[in-house]
C-alpha cells in the first residue's frame, strides 16, 4: 500500500509539475497594449520594440530586433497590430520551465511568413502554431512587406526544459567551412559545417545545397540521407549540421546527416532559381568544369531516345570556342518520376534540372520540362544568342526569297509589341515598333525552299532554327519545314523606302525595302544617286548581272528598286535596347550596307527633252494632288520642269 502511494504521489506530482498555463501578449487593442506595459502610439505612428526594450508578462519575456524597419506596435486608423519587417525578430524567453506551444494570430495574412528559430512552426489561414521544448524561441519574419501580428498566446510549463540532447561532437572532430573543400577530405571523415548554407532542391533523402561564398561564388553541394527536416526552397540552415564525406560512382557527397536545425531565414527566388546555362550544354557537360550539384536551366533544346526506364539524351546546337556551330549532347534520367511531355523530335523544348556526375558522365536529373512557348520574332532578334535553337511565335509573312542562298526574307509586320523584358523592374507596356526582319536558311534544301519561296505567310511556332549573325544580318537555319498559313489575309507589309539620292539610310541587316535614286555608272561601278550633283552614297551594290543589263538600258533614269539591306560589319550593341542598334563609332553609320536589289518596282523615265533644255526637277504627284518625293504604289501623275534659259515651263505626262 506505501507503493502504491508512492506511485500516486509520483503521478500526481509528475502531472502538477507539468501542469500548463498560458500567456497572452495582445496587440490588437490599446487595453492590452498598455496592459504589456507598452506605450500606446497615435494614428499613423508605432511604438518600437527594441527601444521601449523586453517586456515580462507572467514570466515569459518577449524582446525583438529590429528587420529592414523597426520591429513595432503599429495604430493605423485604431487598428493596432505588431508588425515584424523583413529579417526582423521576435523572442519569447522564460527563465524559468519551458515554452511548450505558440500560436500566433495574425492581423493581416498577407505576408504572414514566420520561422522559428527551434521546434516545429506551421501556420495556415492566419493563426501559426508552434510546437517544442524551449526556455526560448526566437520568430523571424522572411517574407516580403511585414507580418502584422494580432496576439501571441504562449504555453509554458513548470516543468524543467528538455532540452536538445548535448551536443555530441567530438570537440576533436573535423571542422569544414566551404563545399569547395568537401572533395578534398578523405572518404568516411566525419565533419561539422561551420558555416551557411540554403537549400536548391529537396526530394525525398536528397538534400541538395548552396554555399555563398566570400568571393562571390555560389557552390554547390549534396546530402544523401534524411536530415530530419523538410525544408523550404531557399531555406538558410545554420552552421553546425554534421555529416561524412563520401564519393559514389565519381559523386562526391555528404552522407549520414545530423544536427540539422530550423531554417535560419528563407532567400529570394533569383537566389534558388536554377543557373541559366541555354547555348552552354557542352561547357557544363564537362565533368572538369565542375557543375555537378548545380540546378540548371536549358531552353531550345532537343529530347531524343526515350526509354521506358527514364532515360533520355538532351542536344543542343550551339558555337564553341572558335564561333564553330557544334552538336552537344548531355544523357537524363528520370529521378523524380516527373511526366514527360509528348517529345516530337522536331520540337525543341526548355528543360530544368540538378546536374550530376555517373561513372564520369555529367547527366541530368530533370524537375520541370516544357515545351518552348516560342519567342516574339524581336526577342529573337534583341535577346537571341547565336547558336542557340528558337521557335518563333508570330505569323511571319515571306517578302522575298534569293535562290543562289536558298534564303527566304520574313518579316513579322509587327507595329507594336508589349516591351516585358524588365517587367520585374515594373517596366512593361506597349510600344509603337517598327517590323523586325529575319532571313530563313534553307540549308541548301531545294524543296524547301521552293515551298517557302512560293508561301505568303508561315504558321505560328512552326518555324524553328538556330540562331547566326543576330548582329549583323540575322538568319534562322531550319531545322524542320515550316507550315504554310492557309486562307489568310495578307496584309500590307511595310516596306520602307530610302531615297538615296538623299544620301540616308537606316535598315536593318537582312531587311527587305525600297531603294530609290538615279542609276549611273560611276567610274564602272552601278549606282543610284543624285540625278543633278551625282553624289554616289557610299554604299556597295550587289546587282544580279540581268538586272543591271536592264537597267543599264535607261542609265540615269529614276528607279525604285525591291532590295535585301545587308550590313557589313557587326553594329555596337546599344545600351538601351530595344532601340536599334547602331555603329556608334562611325559618323556615317547608315553606309554600312550591301544593297542588293532582286526587281525593279518602278522606273521613270523622260525620254522627250526639246533642244537646248535640262530636266531641272521631277515630282510625283497623285490623283488628289498630294506630292511625293518618290514613286508611290498606284497611279501617279509625272510632273516634269525643264529650263530655257528665261523661264521655266511645266508639262503635264499621264
Same mark, same amino acid.
Given at each position: ?23 497572452t ?13 507598452y ?9 518600437? *520594440?527594441t ?10 519575456t ?5 528587420g ?11 487598428k ?9 525578430t ?22 504572414f ?31 516580403t ?5 494580432a ?7 513548470e ?36 558555416s ?7 526530394? /525525398? ?5 548552396m554555399q ?8 554547390a553541394?549534396?546530402?544523401?540521407g ?35 536545425a530550423n531554417?535560419?531565414?528563407? *532567400? ?6 536554377? =543557373?541559366?546555362?541555354t547555348?552552354? *550544354?557542352?561547357?557544363i557537360?564537362?565533368? &572538369? ?22 532515360? =533520355? ?10 564561333? /564553330? ?10 529521378? $523524380? ?9 522536331? &520540337?525543341?523544348?526548355?528543360?530544368e534540372?540538378?546536374l550530376t556526375?555517373y561513372n ?10 516544357t ?42 509586320n ?16 506597349w ?31 512552326t ?5 547566326h ?26 516596306l =520602307?523606302?530610302y531615297?538615296?539620292s ?5 535598315a ?5 525595302g ?6 549611273? =555608272?560611276k ?6 544617286c543624285? &540625278? ?8 556597295? $551594290?550587289? $546587282? ?42 562611325? &559618323? ?6 550591301t ?7 518602278s ?18 504627284v ?9 514613286p ?6 509625272v ?16
Amino acid at each position: 500500500m506505501n507503493r502504491f502511494f508512492s506511485l500516486f504521489l509520483m503521478a500526481f506530482t509528475a502531472f502538477f509539475v507539468l501542469q500548463a498555463a498560458e500567456v497572452t501578449f495582445d496587440f490588437s487593442s490599446a487595453q492590452g497594449i498598455a496592459a504589456m506595459g507598452y506605450v500606446v502610439p497615435d494614428q499613423g505612428a508605432g511604438t518600437n *520594440l527594441t527601444v521601449a526594450g523586453p517586456v515580462t508578462v507572467s514570466g515569459v519575456t518577449l524582446s525583438a530586433t529590429d528587420g529592414a524597419t523597426p520591429t513595432r506596435i503599429w495604430n493605423s486608423q485604431d487598428k493596432y497590430s505588431l508588425r515584424i519587417y523583413v529579417d526582423g525578430t521576435i523572442t519569447l524567453t522564460v527563465a524559468e520551465g519551458s515554452i511548450t506551444g505558440v500560436t500566433v494570430n495574425a492581423a493581416n495574412t498577407a505576408n504572414f511568413d514566420l520561422l522559428s528559430d527551434v521546434g516545429d512552426y506551421s501556420a495556415a489561414d492566419g493563426v501559426g502554431t508552434w510546437t517544442g521544448n524551449a526556455s526560448s524561441v526566437t520568430f523571424t519574419h522572411y517574407g516580403t512587406k511585414n507580418a502584422q501580428v494580432a496576439s501571441l498566446v504562449v504555453t509554458t510549463s513548470e516543468g524543467t526544459v528538455i532540452p536538445d540532447p548535448d551536443d555530441p561532437i567530438d570537440p576533436n572532430i573535423t571542422k569544414l567551412d566551404s563545399i569547395q573543400n568537401l572533395a578534398s577530405l578523405e572518404d568516411g571523415t566525419e565533419f561539422q559545417f561551420t558555416s551557411e548554407v540554403y537549400v536548391n532542391y529537396q526530394w /525525398n533523402d536528397y538534400l541538395w545545397v548552396m554555399q555563398l561564398a566570400q568571393d562571390g561564388e555560389a557552390y554547390a553541394g549534396l546530402i544523401y540521407g534524411n536530415p530530419g527536416k523538410e525544408y523550404q526552397l531557399g531555406a538558410v540552415i545554420p552552421a553546425g549540421w554534421t555529416g561524412k564525406k563520401s564519393t559514389y560512382k565519381g559523386l562526391v557527397e555528404v552522407i549520414e546527416p545530423a544536427h540539422f536545425a530550423n531554417a535560419k531565414t528563407i *532567400l529570394e527566388w533569383d537566389m534558388y532559381s536554377a =543557373f541559366d546555362c541555354t547555348g552552354g *550544354l557542352s561547357e557544363i557537360a564537362d565533368p &572538369e568544369n565542375g557543375w555537378q550539384n548545380y540546378k540548371v536551366f536549358l531552353d531550345g533544346v532537343k529530347l531524343s531516345d526515350i526509354d521506358n526506364r527514364g532515360n =533520355f539524351t538532351i542536344t543542343s546546337v550551339e558555337a564553341d570556342e572558335s564561333g /564553330n556551330m557544334i552538336e552537344a549532347t548531355m544523357p537524363g534520367f528520370n529521378k $523524380f518520376g516527373i511526366d514527360y511531355p509528348e517529345v516530337d523530335p522536331s &520540337e525543341i523544348y526548355g528543360i530544368e534540372g540538378m546536374l550530376t556526375i555517373y561513372n564520369g558522365v555529367i547527366e541530368m536529373y530533370p524537375i520541370t520540362i516544357t515545351n518552348d512557348p516560342g519567342a516574339k520574332l524581336w526577342k529573337v532578334l534583341y535577346e537571341g544568342e547565336d547558336g542557340t535553337q528558337y521557335k518563333v511565335s508570330d505569323t511571319l509573312y515571306v517578302a522575298a526569297a534569293v535562290e543562289a542562298s536558298k534564303l527566304v526574307f520574313v518579316t513579322d509586320n509587327v507595329d507594336r509589341i508589349y516591351y516585358d523584358t524588365y517587367a520585374e523592374w515594373g517596366y512593361a507596356e506597349w510600344m509603337d515598333w517598327y517590323p523586325d526582319w529575319i532571313a530563313l536558311d534553307c540549308a541548301g534544301d531545294e524543296d524547301l525552299f521552293n515551298v517557302l519561296a512560293h508561301a505568303d505567310a508561315l504558321t505560328p511556332c512552326t518555324v524553328k532554327g538556330v540562331l547566326h549573325d543576330s548582329m549583323t544580318n540575322p538568319r534562322l537555319v531550319l531545322n524542320s519545314e515550316p507550315a504554310a498559313l492557309e486562307d489568310v489575309e495578307l496584309p500590307m507589309l511595310t516596306l =520602307f523606302q530610302y531615297n538615296l539620292s538623299e544620301d540616308y539610310i537606316a535598315a536593318l541587316g537582312h531587311e527587305v525595302g525600297r531603294a530609290d535614286g538615279y542609276f549611273f =555608272f560611276k567610274d564602272g561601278v552601278p549606282c543610284l544617286c543624285s &540625278e543633278l550633283d551625282t553624289v554616289v552614297v557610299k554604299l556597295d $551594290f550587289d $546587282f544580279a548581272p540581268e538586272l543591271e543589263a536592264q537597267m543599264a538600258e535607261k542609265e540615269g533614269c529614276n528607279y525604285s528598286l525591291l532590295c535585301v539591306f545587308t550590313l557589313n560589319e557587326p553594329w555596337e550593341e546599344n545600351a538601351y535596347a530595344p532601340m536599334r542598334r547602331i555603329h556608334t563609332t562611325d &559618323e556615317d553609320y547608315y553606309t554600312n550596307y550591301t544593297i542588293h536589289p532582286l526587281a525593279v518596282l518602278s522606273c521613270t523615265a523622260v525620254d522627250e527633252i526639246e533642244a537646248g533644255k535640262q530636266v531641272v526637277d521631277v515630282k510625283y504627284v497623285s490623283p488628289a494632288g498630294v506630292v511625293s518625293k518618290m514613286p508611290q504604289d498606284g497611279v501617279n501623275i509625272v510632273v516634269k520642269t525643264h529650263n530655257d534659259g528665261s523661264r521655266t515651263t511645266t508639262k503635264r505626262l499621264n
